[in-house]
C-alpha cells in the first residue's frame, strides 16, 4: 500500500504541474474551453493573474493585494479559505469515511438537514444537490408532481439558473435565446399581484418562483408583496417557491432574505453558493413535509429524485462548518451592519455625482445604478455610450476600479447600467473605506467628461459595434 501511494504520488504532482504550466492558463481555456472568457477579460483588461486568495483579498505574483466585492459570484459568502471550513475539509479528507454507498445512512446529511431546518422551522426535509441551478430543478419538479399541475409563474428579470428547467423560469430573453421549446412556465412583472393572480386562477398552476432580492439589476420584492403572493397561492392551492441561492444565508442581513417580511413561509425554498464554504459544490432544496411524502410516496418511489453526488461527506462537512461560522462569528449581523454602511456612505454621493442614480440592497447585497448626467458636457458622451450598448457606462466603471484600485466587481446583468456588489459577509469598515475611496476617485474621473476613462468607453462602443 505504501508503495503504491510513493508511485502514485510520483506521478503526479499538483505544484509541480502548476508551477511547470501555470503560465499556459490563458491559452488553455482559449483552445479547450469557453473561448470568449479570455477574449471578453483580454478585452476589458481583467486578464490577471492571480497567485493565491485569502479571505476578501487576491494577491498577484507581485504582491499587489486585490479586494474582492464579487465573492465568486456569491459563492464566497466566507471569503477564501477560512481556517474553520479548511480544517473540516482535511478532518473529513482524513477520516476515511464509507462516502456514497448510496445503501446506508450516513450522518452528515443528516445532521446538515437538522442545522439548516432549524432556520427556518415551517419546513420539515430537505433534498441535497450540488449547485444552485440544480436546487430549482428540484423544487420546480417536486411543485409540479405535489400539486399535479404543469406550470410554474416567475419574474421578469429573473435568474434561476442556466439548466433546462430552470432557465424555462429565467426573465432574461439573452440566455433563453435558442433553448426552446422549453416548460409551460409564465412571467409577470415583480410585484403585480394582479397578473399573478390572473395566472393562478386558470387553475394549472403550480407555484411561483421568486428571488426575494434579484440579482439581475438588486431589485427588492416590494413590502408586502411575498405575503399577498401567499395568500393568492394558497387560496388556489398552488405552492410559493423562495430562490435563495444568492440572497441566503446572511447575504441580505437576516439569514433568509424572504424573513425580512414578516408572515411569509416558503413550501419550498433553493439554497447554494455560500453553504459550500468556498470549497464543494453544495445545493439544498427545503420543503414541507406533505411535498417530500407526495415525491417518496412509496418504496418504489425511494429514488424517483436523486443526485449521484448529493450529499456527499465533503460537501456536507463544508455545509456544516459554513454554519457554525455563521453563528459563532456573527456572520449574519455583520452583513446587516457592514452593508449598512457601505450602502449609506455611497448614498451620499448621489447628490454630488449626476451620473450616479441610485444606490440600493439589503444586507452586502447594494445596486449602483448609473442615468443620464443634467449637463450637457456629460450628455454628449453618455448618449453616445447608450447608442452603442446599454451597460457600457458601468463597465466604464468596473474596469478602473480594477485597474487603478485593485478592486474586483461586476456589472449587474445584460444591457444594465448597474453595479452589485455582492462581497464576501466577511468584511468590515476597513474593506467599506476602501472602496469608498477608490469609488470616489473614479466618478470624479467620470465627470470630468474625458481622459482614459471616456477613452476606454470608446474602445468599449467599437467592441460593442463590432459584435454586432
Known amino acids: 500500500m505504501a508503495e503504491a501511494e510513493a508511485a502514485g504520488a510520483q506521478g503526479f504532482d499538483l505544484g509541480r504541474l502548476l508551477a511547470e504550466r501555470g503560465a499556459e492558463r490563458y491559452d488553455l481555456h482559449t483552445k479547450y474551453l469557453n473561448h470568449q472568457l479570455p477574449r471578453m477579460l483580454h478585452t476589458i483588461g481583467f486578464d490577471k493573474v492571480y497567485e493565491r486568495a485569502e479571505g476578501a483579498y487576491f494577491w498577484d505574483a507581485e504582491g499587489n493585494d486585490y479586494l474582492d466585492m464579487l465573492a465568486g459570484f456569491g459563492v464566497m459568502g466566507l471569503g477564501r479559505h477560512h481556517p474553520v471550513v479548511r480544517k473540516a475539509m482535511h478532518d473529513v479528507l482524513d477520516a476515511g469515511l464509507a462516502d456514497l454507498t448510496r445503501f446506508d445512512c450516513p450522518p452528515l446529511p443528516g445532521l446538515l438537514a437538522e442545522r439548516l431546518l432549524a432556520y427556518t422551522p415551517h419546513l420539515d426535509r430537505v433534498f441535497f444537490g450540488n449547485s444552485g441551478t440544480e436546487a430549482v430543478e428540484t423544487a420546480l419538479k417536486f411543485a409540479r408532481y405535489a400539486t399535479g399541475r ?10 434561476h439558473g442556466l439548466t433546462t428547467g430552470s432557465l424555462s423560469v429565467n426573465g432574461e430573453d439573452g440566455f433563453r435565446d435558442g433553448f426552446a421549446p422549453l416548460l409551460p412556465d409564465t412571467a409577470v412583472e415583480m410585484g403585480d399581484l394582479d397578473a399573478l393572480e390572473r395566472e393562478v386562477r386558470r387553475g394549472d398552476v403550480a407555484g411561483f418562483v421568486v428571488e426575494p432580492v434579484q440579482g439581475k439589476g438588486v431589485h427588492a420584492t416590494p413590502p408586502g408583496f411575498l405575503r399577498a403572493a401567499q395568500e393568492v397561492l394558497h387560496r388556489r392551492g398552488a405552492l410559493l417557491i423562495a430562490d435563495e441561492v444568492q440572497t441566503g444565508m446572511g447575504r441580505t442581513g437576516d439569514f433568509f432574505a424572504y424573513q425580512h417580511e414578516a408572515g411569509v413561509e416558503p413550501d419550498l425554498l433553493c439554497v447554494a453558493k455560500t453553504l459550500s464554504g468556498g470549497y464543494v459544490p453544495v445545493s439544498a432544496t427545503l420543503g414541507k413535509d406533505w411535498i417530500f411524502k407526495k415525491v417518496y410516496s412509496s418504496m418504489d418511489r425511494v429514488l424517483v429524485h436523486s443526485a449521484s453526488f448529493g450529499a456527499n461527506a465533503q460537501a456536507m462537512a463544508a455545509g456544516l ?18 452593508g449598512d454602511l457601505l450602502r449609506g456612505r455611497l448614498a451620499e454621493l448621489v447628490d454630488k455625482y449626476e451620473l450616479l442614480h441610485e444606490v440600493r440592497g439589503r444586507g452586502l447585497m447594494i445596486g449602483i445604478e448609473f442615468g443620464r448626467p443634467k449637463s450637457l458636457k456629460l450628455r454628449g458622451g453618455w448618449t453616445m ?5 446599454k451597460g457600457l457606462f458601468a463597465q466604464m466603471v ?3 476600479l480594477l485597474q487603478r484600485h485593485r478592486i474586483l466587481t461586476q456589472v449587474s446583468g ?10 464576501p459577509l466577511i ?7 476602501r472602496f469608498v475611496d477608490a469609488f ?18 470608446r474602445t468599449l462602443i467599437k467592441q460593442a459595434v463590432a459584435t454586432r
Open 321 to 338: 462548518a459554513t454554519l457554525a461560522v455563521i453563528e459563532d462569528e456573527k456572520i449574519v449581523e455583520n452583513a446587516r451592519t457592514t
Open 440 to 457: 470616489t476617485d473614479v466618478m470624479d474621473d467620470a465627470h470630468k467628461g474625458s481622459g482614459l476613462m471616456w477613452d476606454f468607453g
Open 398 to 400: 468596473v474596469v478602473p
Open 385 to 389: 455610450l447608450q447608442a452603442a450598448r
Open 150 to 159: 404543469p406550470r410554474i409563474l416567475y419574474c421578469t428579470h429573473a435568474f
Open 414 to 423: 445584460d444591457h444594465l447600467e448597474v453595479i452589485k456588489l455582492i462581497p
Open 427 to 433: 468584511i468590515g469598515e476597513k474593506e467599506v473605506d
